[in-house]
């Protein structure tokens, strides 16, 4: 082959390669573009490369999705940002494709490109790009469209601008759930783009009309867009503006049909309380919060929950512990074991917002229960959760409110109660400091060495390997390596492989 043919191998190669029958042949091809654009140069690149990718677009999925992740940074291989709208029609296609993951990756790049690009190339190419799709015979199109809105609107001419809030506002109300769908994932991106007058009118006439809609899927997305409005608003205007729809909806979400709609009403209206400020929040979703935390499903139970401390922010302690602490209690006790977890990893903050007295009077039993708790994750976060207090109240309160009682478990009938017990006492050691380890808690573990189950003895020779750094050589010499050395001549292969292990450690 000459030297004048050589820039012409590269896209034979790729021409052959994505005819070819075998998909690995074609994708490996697909991923070396911008390997092969360099080739080219800049003007081929543009003039043959690009537009032999636009009428490319029925090929396998896995092929399409490379194409269109390739084509999102390529604007450096057609010339700059001054030819970026080269790149427009090969992804244009991929939009209308049937497979989700392929267009969304083909609406990312876009978004990335549209970035980039020019106002003017923007207003020229990319605003009729958007435009196409969203009036396409294919709902597909008509998704894209809704993803690509916000990076169209701001380059607009005040007309363009009309007619895309038209055109969105028509997404919204589409014969397609699917099409709806996305225009209500979309909202919030697009509001942050619109002017605070249109914001207060158009933006919040189409969250209306979503928040209506007789799909649940539609719904629950209309609902995830009160945080993300409620952030553009002025507090005043919010409350004038979006509270009233929060709370109509919301009276009625929050008696759904649909629980994934309450859950994401449950996660939605937590986020804000901080935005609505302490009256409207005592006023108007205070009430909702409380029905929500009683609803029959654990995941709307758990958005209340995870978002607590939110609220706490707003409202202060004193009307957080007399309105929602008698429905912590409750939950403390869930039938469902993924709420109890939520609200365990909850305690610490709330002990270090109630204060101590406060928290261990209505708080304390639930956290020695939880260490009997039927399910092993129950009994583990149990375990972390006494080390935390420990840590958020001193080790002088845990030494009277917390050692004496975990303690007095080790002798429980059920062997794994002791198990968890133990890891308590090896998580509590290091707070505990050397002193109270030794004095309080070595005797309990050395006790327990004795036990009948071998599980437990294997788990304490754990133990004693986490506390030899923090008691002196002395104590491990007279107290932890006899111990270990008993262990190790143990009838149970476990019991001996776990002493063994935690004598490397005493050397």
Known sequence: MSVVDEPLYPIAVLIDELKNEDIQLRLNSIRRLSTIARVLGEERTRKELIPFLSENNDDDDEVLLAMAEELGVFIPYVGGVEHARVLLPPLEGLCSVEETCVREKAVESLCRIGSQMRESDLVESFIPLVKRLAAGEWFTARVSSCGLFHIAYPSAPEPLKNELRTIYSQLCQDDMPMVRRAAATNLGKFAATIEQPHLKTDIMSMFETLTQDDQDSVRLLAVEDCAALGKLLEPKDCVAQILPVIVNFAQELSSDSSQHVRSALASVIMGM??????????????????????????????????????????????????????????????????????????????????????????????????LKDKVYSIRDAAANNVKRLAEEFGPTWAMEHIIPQVLDMINDPHYLYRMTILHAISLLAPVMGSEITCSKLLPVIIAASKDRVPNVKFNVAKVLQSVIPIVEQSVVENTIRPCLVELSEDPDVDVRFFANQALQATK
Request: aromatic content about 8%; overall charge negative.
């Open 273 to 370: 309380a901080p935005i609505l400020g302490k009256d409207a929040t005592i006023e108007q979703l205070l009430p909702i919060f409380l029905s929500l935390l009683k609803d029959e499903f654990p995941d709307v139970r758990l958005n209340i929950i995870s978002k607590l401390d939110q609220v706490n922010q707003v409202i202060g302690i004193d009307l957080l512990s007399q309105s929602l602490l008698p429905a912590i209690v409750e939950l403390a006790e869930d039938r469902h074991w993924r709420v109890r977890l939520a609200i365990i990893e909850y305690i610490p903050l709330l002990g270090s917002q109630l204060g101590v007295g406060f928290f261990y009077d209505k708080l304390g039993a639930l956290c020695m229960q939880w």
